[in-house]
């Protein structure tokens, strides 16, 4: 997974949009306690830095160091750069022991997890009672521009990895063993509006940073061309209007440690 974000992390950091802040209020509501925090698959920070506002420390792991690197600095965030390969006690270790965290985030990551050793790791260090995992990513439906964002979308096909399956498809077929808590859950995730201010430069920047179009370019299809370029600004340029957009936050599913595990 480190792998698929490492030579377009700068574009990454620099595209990807922000999550709405009344998400973080909504999740922070749901916990007994507010002291730790612990951001999955962090990237450069973008949900470490919302939920800060609400938790009196935030752990941000990831196993990209480059987009570590470009992680946006916060006095209540640390950043910890967590290798593929770091056991599970370990991690269990750096976020304080059993019982410890009061809010697990993962934003548009947890599709390139190992779900059975991460789900076996957050039950372990959640508070009981009273923690609470939440897991989302966002889709790429943009209005009002579905149609052309739609035949983009396919010609990436081809070049997505299997995980990714999970995200593109809303979370709805992703495992989530935790107990309901009213936001979402296994096989039924919840579905937000997410606002975002975005130029037709912006837009061609966040379709750079996925993953699909990076493995494509490394098998020799340049996705994003200059003909394809044009032909995606001249419909934005129908379709718009005005710089702005919105789509769906979804496959948001959020819980508490199973009673009795």
């Not at 209540?76 to 019982?99: F, I, M, N, R, S």
């Not at 957050?122 to 964002?149: C, F, H, K, Q, T």
Request: charged fraction near 20%; charge should be negative; include cysteine.
């Amino acid at each position: 997974m480190a792998g698929l974000f490492t030579k377009q992390a700068a574009v990454y950091a620099a595209a990807r949009p922000a999550y709405p802040k009344d998400l973080f209020t909504k999740l922070a509501a749901f916990t007994a306690h507010h002291r730790l925090a612990w951001d999955v698959g962090t990237g450069n920070g973008q949900a470490a830095i919302g939920v800060a506002e609400h938790y009196d420390s935030v752990l941000a792991t990831d196993v990209s160091a480059e987009q570590l690197l470009r992680a946006v600095p916060h006095p209540k965030v640390q950043y910890l750069h967590t290798p593929d390969a770091t056991p599970g006690q370990d991690l269990v270790t750096t976020l304080g022991g059993e019982g410890s965290v009061d809010l697990i985030t993962v934003a548009e990551a947890v599709h390139w997890f190992d779900l059975p050793a991460f789900y076996g790791v957050a039950r372990r260090v959640l508070r009981r009672p009273g923690g609470v995992i939440a897991v989302w990513g966002y889709n790429y439906r943009l209005s009002p521009v579905e149609d052309m964002m739609a035949r983009f979308f396919n010609t990436t096909l081809p070049y997505r990895d299997p995980p990714a399956r999970y995200c593109t498809e809303g979370y709805r077929d992703l495992p989530f063993p935790f107990d309901d808590i009213g936001l979402g859950r296994e096989g039924e995730p919840a579905s937000l509006d997410m606002e975002h201010e975005m130029s037709f430069e912006g837009l061609i920047g966040m379709l750079r940073s996925w993953s699909a179009v990076t493995t494509a370019k490394q098998r020799g299809v340049d996705l994003l061309g200059e003909r394809v370029v044009k032909e995606l600004e001249e419909e934005w340029a129908l379709g718009r209007g005005v710089a702005g957009a919105e789509g769906d936050l979804q496959g948001l599913p959020a819980g508490r440690h199973p009673q009795g595990r």
